[in-house]
């Protein structure tokens, strides 16, 4: 098997595509963005390693443009297989645009700047040359020596998968779990929890026990359970930020955002990039519903727009026993 850092432009600087070289056909994770450094950089360590794209099976753990986008040049007579949920959502999401633009103005995102951040964000349009193969929870791809069982982790994104192969104990967690980034978790709806999905597809991960975990980006991890709690206590901690934020006043998600301290290396959130505000402002928005959803956060529109207020002065009581029993409890 191996790991191909395929070049990325934006906040991240490279995919990690995995390789593997079954019998007939050689197996691709993750190809890596329709970019033309990309692509190029990618035929030529493929041709390095002796793989050959055009029968070869691709294998996308999501539908983010730099984990699929190779694929729609690379790919044109070979399966590309991908979660059963990424599919539906990527069928309905035509047309989605202009709602996610109306609410992401109702929450306080100025408009002429998610006009064009959203068109980058959403569209991926897959060829209908392609042939798609959906993948469900527990299906096992016998490839050669691997054995890859799909995991269904929705949260990143709907129909995320993580791949698992249980004789070499290897876990491919996409973009579910990163070692050196928290994966990012938006909502683009009022009734999308994100959030919560995401909490439970960690839940999901508890029994497997891999020796490695070959993320979508940066290095692998060993020890999966802890990262998987830094993950856990990383959303407790931005949830009991964002309550105590709403303690001093109320606000639109967007102010929200500007006020929670993100790691980035932006000096102020004056100078964050457009893409870095645009995921802050959705991944607020993901806690928000959740705390909506508890119903310790309350929604109310003024002057057109989305304004949350705190309504449970035990707020942050309610979000640790909600969160520790969400996530420890038995299913
Ligand atoms: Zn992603």
Redesign the pocket.
């Known amino acids: 098997m191996f790991v191909v850092k395929t070049p990325l432009i934006g906040l991240v600087d490279h995919v990690n595509t995995y390789v593997m070289k079954a019998n007939d056909e050689d197996i691709v994770i993750d190809a890596g963005p329709d970019l033309f450094l990309s692509i190029m950089a990618l035929r030529k360590n493929m041709k390095k390693l002796n793989v050959r794209l055009d029968r070869s099976l691709f294998i996308a753990t ?1 539908a ?1 443009r ?2 699929i986008g190779a694929t729609q040049k690379l790919a044109a007579t070979s399966k590309v297989y991908i979660g059963y949920n990424e599919l539906r959502k990527l069928a309905s999401d035509e047309g989605q645009a202009r709602e996610v633009l109306a609410f992401a103005v109702e929450n306080g995102f100025p408009k002429h700047l998610a006009k064009g951040i959203i068109r980058l964000m959403l569209e991926v349009r897959l060829k209908d040359s392609l042939e798609l193969v959906p993948l469900r929870d527990g299906d096992v791809l016998e490839l050669g020596h691997y054995k890859l069982k799909c995991v269904e982790t929705p949260g ?2 709907h129909g995320h998968v993580c791949l698992y192969d249980q004789d070499k104990r290897v876990l491919f967690s ?2 579910h779990v990163l070692r050196d980034i928290t ?2 978790i938006s909502s683009w709806s009022y009734e999308e929890d994100s959030l919560s999905a995401y909490l439970l597809s960690l839940k999901r991960l508890r029994d497997l026990d891999p020796i490695i975990v070959l993320p ?1 980006h940066g290095r692998p991890l060993k020890d999966l359970k802890k990262r998987v709690q830094e993950l856990v206590n990383h959303h407790e901690e931005r949830l009991l930020e964002i309550i105590e934020i709403l303690k001093v006043r109320s606000g639109d998600a967007y102010w929200i955002s500007s006020k929670v301290k993100w790691k980035t290396q932006h000096p102020s959130w004056r100078y964050t990039s457009i893409l870095y505000k645009w995921l802050a402002f959705g991944e607020t928005l993901a806690h928000l519903n959740f705390l909506a959803k508890l119903g310790v956060v309350d929604r109310k529109v003024v002057k057109g727009k989305t304004i949350y207020q705190i309504v449970d002065v035990d707020a942050t009581e309610v979000v640790k026993k909600v969160v520790a029993s969400l996530f420890f409890s038995t299913p």
Request: proline share 9%.
């Open positions: 999501h983010h730099d984990h990143h994104t996409g973009d994966p990012n979508g």
